[in-house]
T-cell receptor, first 112, second 114 residues
Framework: DAGITQSPRHKVTETGTPVTLRCHQT?????MYWYRQDPGHGLRLIHY???????DKGEVSDGYSVSRSKTEDFLLTLESATSSQTSVYFC???????????FGPGTRLTVL | KQEVTQIPAALSVPEGENLVLNCSFT??????LQWFRQDPGKGLTSLLL?????REQTSGRLNASLDKSSGRSTLYIAASQPGDSATYLC?????????????FGQGTRLTINP
């Protein structure tokens, strides 16, 4: 399995506070992704990156920003958390050749 | 917009049975289709990936088929075991998207009873 870690694994925060989730991969994968998983919606793509400093929006990007300053790290920031952003967040990475995505263990975020 | 549907949402069968999970997608213009497994509280693990030019892929007791023209895929699990209990998700990569964007179904929660 690809080495993908996410931190923190659990977080509880209050509405209006900024939150940053970190994804770290040790596979030198070019592509990295952030998804959220919600009951009734499945997994939805928030943002993705196709290289250092190269990012693009996914299906549900409003309220989220990302940064990738190094190949191994992909950060997801909620500038001002809202209760609708309570979810489980998954990071994934992959190479351009195989099309397989490798997923991290997830971060459970609760916004009160 | 591509949509992926998995029916049923949940399935419970006795150990040893062969079973089929279904996945349908609305736009046949796909690059590939993947089946993932998700255990409670864990991330997703890729099981099988079928390219659009392929009809099926096999891995051990798992066999996935793809009928692109009808917008359907099935995951066949032979001789089911309690360890197969998990949620199984289907995902397609739309043919007009780059960067491996995936569109997921909502999954089928499978329970294998000893």
């Amino acid at each position: 399995d690809a080495g993908i870690t996410q931190s923190p694994r659990h977080k509880v925060t209050e509405t209006g506070t900024p939150v940053t989730l970190r994804c770290h991969q040790t596979e030198n994968h070019r592509y990295m992704y952030w998804y959220r998983q919600d009951p009734g919606h499945g997994l939805r793509l928030i943002h993705y990156s196709y290289g250092v400093k190269d990012t693009d929006k996914g299906e549900v990007s409003d309220g989220y920003s990302v940064s990738r300053s190094k190949t191994e790290d992909f950060l997801l920031t909620l500038e001002s958390a809202t209760s609708s952003q309570t979810s489980v967040y998954f990071c994934a990475s992959g190479t351009s050749g195989t099309d397989t995505q490798y997923f991290g263990p997830g971060t459970r975020l609760t916004v009160l | 917009k591509q949509e992926v549907t998995q029916i049923p949402a949940a399935l419970s069968v006795p150990e040893g049975e062969n079973l089929v999970l279904n996945c349908s997608f609305t736009d046949s213009a796909i690059y590939n289709l993947q089946w993932f497994r998700q255990d409670p509280g864990k991330g997703l693990t890729s099981l099988l990936l079928i390219q659009s030019s392929q009809r099926e892929q096999t891995s051990g007791r798992l066999n996935a088929s793809l009928d692109k023209s009808s917008g359907r895929s099935t995951l066949y699990i032979a001789a089911s075991q309690p360890g197969d209990s998990a949620t199984y998700l289907c995902a397609v990569r739309p043919g007009d998207q780059g960067a491996q964007k995936l569109v997921f179904g909502q999954g089928t929660r499978l329970t294998i009873n000893p």
